[in-house]
């Protein structure tokens, strides 16, 4: 079984630049989950879709972030602009029913970000 | 606020001998834990989890030890081995209402290196 695939695997680019990560789940899998892992902290949950609907986007800066998942399977995060701060690994995870605490959810190697 | 805490950020152990990670949390609403192991350049990855109905949860060598009163989970890695040097993120989750989306709060990490 394939596991959850991220694009591209690393980033760098100048503040003020606008980037869009990918994310493709589990096959199967209703939800989808973005993290954000800042260098020395754990990962912090930016948005959670269940299937195509947002479920959960209380942590995403909207002023700058923002994230789709169209027809339900693959999803995209873009940050435009980007700023310094948001230099990190976005995780990706899906979970295969309905996004309770108890689904497992499986992680993507991530895509690690550079803004200079 | 830092809501989950693993206060030792890294702990060095001998092969054989028995690994003991922490984790911290104030947010008593939180009635489900879990640990996830990361590898350098992977996304973490499940690894062993307990319910606020339950003291302890055994997997193989991997043993997790809930103290609801204060507020205090570890995980017990008996024996150690090599291939267990990691990352460890502890996470926790809590229902709303009667239902739970899945949403994990994690710990900062604590990166475990086991010495043959």
Known sequence: ?116 | DQQVKQNSPSLSVQEGRISILNCDYTNSMFDYFLWYKKYPAEGPTFLISISSIKDKNEDGRFTVFLNKSAKHLSLHIVPSQPGDSAVYFCAASAHDGGTSYGKLTFGQGTILTVHP
């Open chain 1, 1 to 116: 079984e394939a596991g959850v695939a991220q694009s591209p695997r690393y980033k760098i680019i100048e503040k003020r630049q606008s980037v869009a990560f990918w994310c493709n789940p589990i096959s199967g899998h209703a939800t989808l989950y973005w993290y954000q892992q800042i260098l020395g902290q754990g990962p912090k949950l930016l948005i959670q879709f269940q299937n195509n609907g947002v479920v959960d986007d209380s942590q995403l800066p909207k002023d700058r972030f923002s994230a789709e998942r169209l027809k339900g399977v693959d999803s995209t995060l873009k940050i435009q602009p980007a700023k310094l701060e948001d230099s990190a690994v976005y995780l990706c995870a899906s979970s295969v029913t309905s996004g309770r605490a108890t689904d497992t959810q499986y992680f993507g190697p991530g895509t690690r970000l550079t803004v200079l």
